[in-house]
């Protein structure tokens, strides 16, 4: 998640008529939260870019205060998640006709920021070439009616099912 994020909060609402209501947000264990999150008290919006470092789930506590000094409570989560990220492209690969052509995608070609394993799938493959889930090696052997540029896709998608 390297994009703004937004969640709209519910109004809560008071028995006594006319009294005001202050909207505060803070984490589950009261502390406050993090830089990144901006916290509108009148449009009662949540917005911010996480940091980097950032993931995983935080539980925060949104809490109502009327006049009177009485207090609403409502706990809920936010899951940070970035997405996976292409760190070292594959270089052009070339191979010559009836010759078994063999590529490994190395694994820092894609890594996930959060830090959990990624799943590789190779796409607009050709039909002389296959793909291994197992090994992540494509390989095939062309034939002289394949001699030119073949472009295929490389996805790499995360445990939440975000791609790079």
Do not use: H
């Amino acid at each position: 998640m390297n994009y703004p994020s937004f969640i709209q909060l519910p109004i809560m609402c008071d028995a006594e008529q006319g009294s005001n209501l202050n909207y505060t947000l803070y984490r589950n264990d009261g502390s406050a939260t993090p830089n990144w999150v901006i916290f509108n008290q009148t449009s009662r919006q949540i917005t911010g870019i996480p940091y980097s470092g950032d993931n995983g789930t935080v539980n925060y506590m949104y809490k109502a205060t009327d006049d009177y000094n009485q207090s609403a409570y409502q706990y809920f989560s936010i899951y940070v998640d970035w997405k996976p990220i292409v760190t070292s492209p594959p270089s052009l690969q070339q191979t010559r006709t009836g010759t078994l052509f063999t590529f490994t995608i190395p694994p820092e070609t894609i890594t996930d920021p959060d830090g959990g394993p990624i799943t590789y799938v190779v796409t607009s493959l050709p039909t002389w070439i296959t793909f291994n889930l197992i090994s992540n090696t494509i390989s095939g052997i062309p034939s002289d009616e394949n001699i030119g540029t073949t472009i295929m896709l490389i996805t790499g998608t995360d445990n939440t099912g975000a791609t790079a």
